[in-house]
């Protein structure tokens, strides 16, 4: 199975960074997810390990041996493209026995193997049908199933899920994990949807304009993002913009504007510095007017949003700012109406304190 | 089925095909082949039509010293320009509701017209320059309908409506294909805002598809400006550029021939880069809307009108001055001549023998452009050589067809002559592929560029090399271009007549053959040319419906 390493990577088209100084290690048998917005290099990524791309700089490794000028036939990876490129002139079991037979085996035992392949994703039964014969679903399956069938142990899929309706992602999405783990693959699944990659992912790295901003593991990515553009991009979150007021061991008092203040857990961070704090919006209740305790931040209510499983109440602080909250229907006694004025509340805990950028919060979090 | 099982030649194709693949692997082997192809481009096509006129520059001084010729000369060039002009822009305004017309409407009968726009483009012009010829001026024909001598006799009135039937289906062809892959939904889109169908295809189609009508305006342009035997047959004792090179080369007036071809060559040239420069800033009117006229425009009766009038315009100025050729030809089946004809004898012997050169020479320039052509089509597609690098080829790639081909005919003559000393076998042959290398290197382009790169990536990922990627996934994807692309290289050299003329003095084509026939009825009589007519007819539609029989199949 192979190790994936990448030293230093850079991969430029004219003037544009695709891939800025990227080092990352993908261990066998992993499942890694390369999360971040449009443009921010995800492809090119996948493209430069695949070999249908070469560095300008860096080096890559698969297995302890240097790759870069290796050719994507003889790299041994199963690349899958968003739109799954099936050969539109080739059946099913022809597309699927297009690898094995390009790899040296016979005609018979290609056939032999590309059955056993869409018999793994039940689809032997349309091994005569053309790609243009089958819905989304199948053609996914049919791309999966060429992939295992060329031997690969590393599959490269770009936006694997991409193209299909939103019930059928979220089926496909377990089955594609626990195929890849059955059969002991190695996996980089480029994603946009944070949530898809949370799901599947054992280890996640964040891009953002060609560079890495994060690595770790889903739970650590979530809940400790290293900066204020991973806080935005996974999850719903919360910006507050204040000063450090006090600081002392057991944690600090930020205060916003407008005279609102907000205790927090974090110490590193000196009186008077200009700081941003975050917070999830699930984190974040919503209670009734006069209620009293720490972080309780009196405002009125601008929207309430009905998302099926919980709300999502949006509020303006008495300080002018902007919060919202993701209420699950089991917490709510009743429906707060818009113009109510409520108290928001969190927890010290579950605050994060990131210092200002000096090109302030829009562009830090911006995604485009 | 096992590749050990197999044995005699396809073991050994096996054998080459494995070969090939393993070669395919090294880098540089590759650049070698797309190097092979760009160096074949550049010496074979390019440069020789260039230099071969520049090489004799000094004959042009004695006719710019000779007042009348120079005189004849510049008329001549004038009228060239003048009527390709005029057919263009006439072609353009008849064309797009035609093409518009098939894409929208449906029915059998918009597939018979469909087809039927496509007749003055697959047969040879020769044999359309006969047939408007006998339509238009003849007693035979439409004047003698009319009860008149000449409705319209030969000079520049029948040089416009020849060159308005054979442009016409170039114009038809390119924007239905444009017509069919442009997104509606900009014009849904218009509508719902409340445009009506007029204002919307006047402000939203017409703008979008502008960079595909400028080069439909181009194409049947440089067919005008090119086309010579069709145009002597029609032309009388009238002259347009590519006339005048024909005579003054039938005279030995190497000068005035060399001057002229070298003014159309270079304003040619000139133009098509001013227009390719200036195309994009071009800004058809969509500022204004004349609503009350516009949405009179758009109803149902003025829309049926539109129709009915662009169908009289193809059925009177197309379709039936085409296919008038079938009437006198067919007086030759039951006079006797068939029989002499068949037998090869008297004047069917050189008859039969131009139609083997003929096919001779346009199969061996399918094969050299479909082997050459194919890789720079890949060059250009995927952009192989950079993006600045690959839009100047995919340029000068489109420059032997900008060539008034009478004019390149005399400098490869003068060329190849001087350099190659080769036999004049050779020079048509290199004169054909030359004409007819941008019929195939382009459209292959496109096709290639249909075909989502992602394909060639996934097929190297799961192992192929990249001529196994070419040979399983590119060439059986674009296998349907490939055949047309062919035959359009077919068609083109079987019908070309004025490169023919300016290379060869001993040999003869059908077409050239044809129009000496045409041009003297006194000698030939009706019959005889009706028949050769029909056999260049016949022969155009066989090897076309044989080549469409095979793709069915494959």
């Excluded at chain 1, 695709?18 to 449009?38: F, Q």
């Excluded at chain 2, 918009?110 to 040879?124: E, G, H, K, N, R």
């Amino acid at each position: 199975m192979p190790e994936i390493r990448l030293i230093e990577v850079s991969k430029r088209f004219g003037r544009i960074e695709a891939i800025d100084d990227i080092s990352l290690e993908i261990k066998n048998g992993e499942y890694l997810c390369v999360l971040g917005p449009t443009g921010s290099g995800k492809t090119t990524l996948l493209r430069l390990i695949a070999g249908l791309l070469r560095p300008d700089e860096g080096e890559i490794f698969m297995d302890e041996r240097r790759v870069n000028e290796l050719p994507a036939e003889e790299r041994d990876v199963a690349y899958m493209p968003q739109q799954y490129a099936l050969f539109p002139h080739m059946t099913v079991l022809g597309n699927v026995a297009f690898g094995p037979l390009s790899r040296g085996k016979d005609p018979a035992e290609a056939s032999r193997t590309a059955l056993d392949m869409l018999k793994l994703v039940r689809l032997h039964e349309r091994a005569d049908a053309l790609p243009s014969e089958l819905s989304g679903g199948m053609q996914q399956r049919v791309a999966l199933a060429r992939s295992l069938a060329s031997g690969a142990k590393l599959m490269l899929l770009d936006e694997p899920l991409g193209a299909l309706d939103a019930r059928l992602r979220v089926e496909l999405r377990y089955r594609l994990k626990s195929m890849v783990k059955n059969l002991g693959l190695t996996a980089i699944h480029v994603t946009h949807d944070q949530r898809e990659a949370m799901i599947v992912a054992d280890r996640i790295v964040v891009l953002r304009a060609g560079r890495s901003e994060q690595i770790g593991t889903p739970f650590h990515i979530y809940q400790r993002p290293e900066n204020l553009f991973v806080a935005n991009f996974v999850g719903d979150t919360n910006f507050l913009d204040g000063t450090v007021s006090k600081a002392d061991s057991t944690g600090s008092y930020v205060e916003l504007r407008g005279g609102l203040n907000v205790r927090v857990q974090e110490t590193s961070f000196l009186t008077g510095e200009r700081v941003i704090l975050t917070i999830r919006q699930e984190l974040t209740s919503v209670k009734a007017y006069g209620w009293e305790s720490v972080n309780a931040l009196p405002g009125t209510v601008l929207a309430v949003r009905f998302l099926g499983d919980y709300l999502r109440i949006e509020i303006r602080l008495m300080n002018g700012d902007e919060v919202g909250a993701e209420v699950p229907l089991t917490n709510i006694n009743t429906y707060p109406k818009i113009g109510e004025e409520v108290v928001v509340s969190f927890k010290p805990l579950d605050v994060s304190v990131y210092t200002t950028p000096p090109r302030g919060l829009a562009k830090e979090i911006e995604v485009a | 089925m096992t590749g050990d099982k197999r044995t005699g030649l396809p073991r050994l194709l096996d054998g080459i095909l494995a070969l090939l693949d393993k070669l395919s692997a090294s880098p540089t082997i590759r650049k070698g082949t797309y190097l092979g192809a760009l160096l074949f481009f550049v010496i074979i096509i390019l440069i020789p039509p260039i230099i071969g006129i520049l090489l004799k520059w000094s004959l042009i001084s004695e006719t710019l010293q000779n007042p009348p010729q120079m005189a004849r000369a510049q008329s001549a060039i004038l009228a060239s320009f003048t009527i390709a002009f005029i057919v263009s822009f006439l072609d353009l305004l008849a064309g797009l509701p035609m093409a518009w017309l098939i894409v929208k409407r449906r029915g059998r009968w918009v597939s018979v017209i469909d087809t039927l726009a496509d007749i003055p483009f697959i047969i040879p012009t020769v044999t359309l320059g006969y047939s408007v010829l006998t339509f238009w001026s003849e007693p035979n024909g439409i004047s003698g309908l009319l009860d008149v001598e000449h409705l319209f006799s030969p000079g520049p009135i029948l040089i416009t409506l020849l060159h308005f039937a054979f442009s016409y289906p170039v114009i038809v062809r390119l924007m239905v294909g444009e017509f069919q892959g442009y997104n509606l939904v900009y014009e849904t889109a218009a509508r719902t805002l409340g445009a009506p169908t007029f204002t919307a295809f006047r402000t939203v189609t017409m703008s979008i598809l502008k960079p595909a009508i400028i080069a439909a305006f181009l194409l049947a342009f440089s067919r005008s400006l090119s086309e010579t035997g069709a145009t002597a047959i029609v032309a009388g004792t009238f002259e347009n550029g590519p006339i005048f090179i024909r005579n003054a080369r039938s005279a030995g007036q190497e000068g005035p021939m060399v001057l002229v071809s070298s003014i159309l060559i270079a304003v040619s040239v000139a133009i098509f880069a001013v227009i390719g420069l200036l195309g994009p800033c071009l800004r058809f009117p969509s500022k204004k809307v004349w609503t009350g006229l516009e949405w009179r425009l758009s109803r149902r009766n003025a829309a049926m009108v539109k129709d009915a009038s662009t169908l009289i315009v193809f059925g009177l100025l197309v379709a039936s001055p085409s296919l008038f050729v079938i009437f006198p030809s067919l007086a030759g089946l039951f006079d006797g001549t068939l029989q002499t004809a068949l037998t090869g004898s008297g004047v069917w012997a050189p008859f039969w023998s131009s139609l083997v050169t003929s096919y001779v020479v346009a199969l061996i320039a399918a094969f050299i452009n479909v082997i050459i052509g194919f890789p720079m089509a890949v060059i250009i597609a995927r952009r192989k050589l950079g993006t600045r690098f690959t839009a100047l080829m995919d340029a000068l790639v489109a420059v032997p067809v900008i060539i008034p081909s009478v004019a390149l005919g005399v400098s490869l003559n003068i060329f190849w002559n001087a350099f190659g000393n080769l036999p004049e076998f050779w020079v048509l042959v290199l004169a054909h592929t030359t004409i007819t290398y941008t019929y195939f290197a382009r459209p292959m382009a496109a096709a290639i560029q249909g075909i989502s790169e992602e394909l060639e990536d996934v097929g190297r990922t799961l192992g192929s090399r990249p001529f196994g990627t070419f040979r399983k996934i590119v060439l059986p994807l674009t296998k349907y271009s490939i055949f047309s692309s062919a035959v359009m290289v077919l068609t083109r050299s079987v019908g070309e007549t004025g490169a023919t003329v300016a290379v060869v003095k001993r040999l003869q084509t059908a077409p050239v053959l044809l129009v000496d026939w045409i041009t003297h009825p006194e000698i030939y009589g009706p019959s005889t040319v009706g028949l050769g007519v029909l056999f260049l007819v016949l022969m155009a539609s066989v090897s076309l419906l044989a080549i469409r029989l095979t793709l069915r199949r494959g």
